[in-house]
């Protein structure tokens, strides 16, 4: 009797693999490789098992901490919370100084996108200091860790920028166009008021984030940096918080109004940024970062009124997105686009209420109660 042929497109149970700590290792990273992301979470979790039962620490903080990545990317907030904290617990077990600094940010990382802002800053204060122990000469945070803090130190001068965007008037093409709420197309309700805080402040906290990225650069060029150990991804994320910090300022400096507005909006080196950012990380391969990036150069593009670039940025997004798919970053796609093009007649896409209800349904569903806030303000000048 012929042996049936096992389909190779389906994955094998992981009972048979167990005991083959490399062969499960193998298969996550294949998986995750071609994009099936969520079959990639049985073999990385048997890989778990295996090495918590092994006692082999290092191990197991890793692999916990790849699973609260995939987890995001996923949409499964509420879980990569959880494997955020088993990957702290088992780095600590560990007594490996790296481990111990990087899995406090994979867990700050996760509990920024549930909301949880201060306990995810404690976080990240924590792994800075030991990073500053380990490397002293390196103090601050760097790589995707670096990235990641900068990430929780904008969200707050990025949401004071959009309210801006949406109840001030907006420069393009050297033009002032009317807030939304007072556009043909815009809502119904009143306005939001702008209540940015204190700009001097916001202002600050972007500058801070732009000089610890330019610190990063700094020392590339120092003899003892490793450039082996440095990826094409870190530098794109690096580019990605220069022109990220760069953008917001220039939108909050712009003022009250459209009379004070620095000319241009956004500078010639922000865009610089990026479109270096984009540019690298698609040579990195990072498919699962650059819809932030395609997102951060649309904003951009839509301030100097590429209105088809940033079109075609949001259009790529979600493209990767959806075929993902990656929930977080679809209702940042959402918002985004119902923000950026909400005023116009001809809608990308559905209306920009539908964009924010559609918007709404993902942020509660995967709990990514990062964005309520924005969510809010967007709704209250577009309407619910």
């Known amino acids: 009797m012929r042996k049936k042929k096992r389909d190779i497109t389906t994955p094998p149970t992981m009972a048979g693999y167990r005991n083959n700590f490399w062969l499960l290792s193998e298969a996550a990273f294949s998986l995750r490789a071609l994009g099936r992301l969520a079959e990639a979470l049985a073999p990385m979790r048997a890989g778990l098992e295996m090495r918590i039962e092994q006692k082999v620490w290092g191990s197991a903080a890793i692999i916990a901490s790849n699973l609260s990545e995939l987890g995001l990317t996923l949409g499964a907030v509420a879980g990569a919370m ?6 702290v617990e088992y780095a600590d077990k560990s007594g490996d100084a790296f481990q111990r600094m990087s899995k406090r940010t994979t867990h700050g990382d ?19 200091g030991l990073q500053a122990e380990r490397q002293p000469q390196y103090p601050r945070l760097y790589s995707l ?7 929780l130190l904008l969200s707050g001068t990025e949401r004071a920028a959009w309210r801006g965007w949406l109840v001030r008037s907006v420069v393009v093409d050297g033009s002032a166009h009317p807030p939304i709420w007072k556009r043909p197309n815009g809502g119904i309700r009143a306005p939001i008021p702008p209540d ?21 650069f700094e020392w590339r060029k120092l003899p003892q940096w490793n450039p082996a150990a440095d990826p094409v991804l870190d530098i794109a994320l690096d580019r990605l918080t220069l022109a990220r910090a760069g953008l917001v300022r220039g939108l909050l400096a ?23 950012a984009v540019e690298k990380l698609r040579e990195a391969g990072a ?14 593009r839509m301030a100097t009124g590429d209105r088809a670039g940033a ?17 977080l970053f679809q209702a940042d796609i959402l918002l985004a686009r119902a923000r950026l ?7 990308p896409g559905g209306s920009a209420r539908g964009d924010l209800q559609k918007a709404r349904q993902l942020i509660e569903e995967h709990g990514y109660h990062r964005r309520d806030g924005e969510l809010a303000d967007a709704e209250a000048v577009l309407g619910e």
Not at 145 to 151: I, N, R
Not at 262 to 273: I, K, T, Y
Not at 341 to 347: C, N, T
């Open 110 to 128: 996760a509990l920024h996108q549930a909301g949880e802002r201060d306990r995810a800053r404690a976080l990240f204060v924590e792994a800075e």
């Open 82 to 87: 959880a494997d955020g904290a088993r990957s």
């Open 196 to 216: 940015t805080g204190d700009l001097d402040a916001l202002l600050a906290a972007c500058e801070a984030v732009a000089a610890r990225a330019e610190q990063i």
């Open 145 to 151: 860790q670096g990235f990641q803090y900068a990430d």
């Open 311 to 327: 079109r075609a940025d949001l259009a790529e997004a979600w493209a990767i997105a959806e075929g993902g798919p990656m929930p």
């Open 254 to 276: 712009a003022g009250e109004g459209a009379q004070d507005a620095p000319s241009p909006l956004v500078s010639p080196a922000v865009m610089d940024q990026a479109n270096a």
């Open 341 to 347: 093009f909400g005023w116009e007649a001809e809608y």
């Open 287 to 300: 498919t699962h970062h650059l819809p932030r990036g395609l997102l951060t150069r649309a904003w951009a």
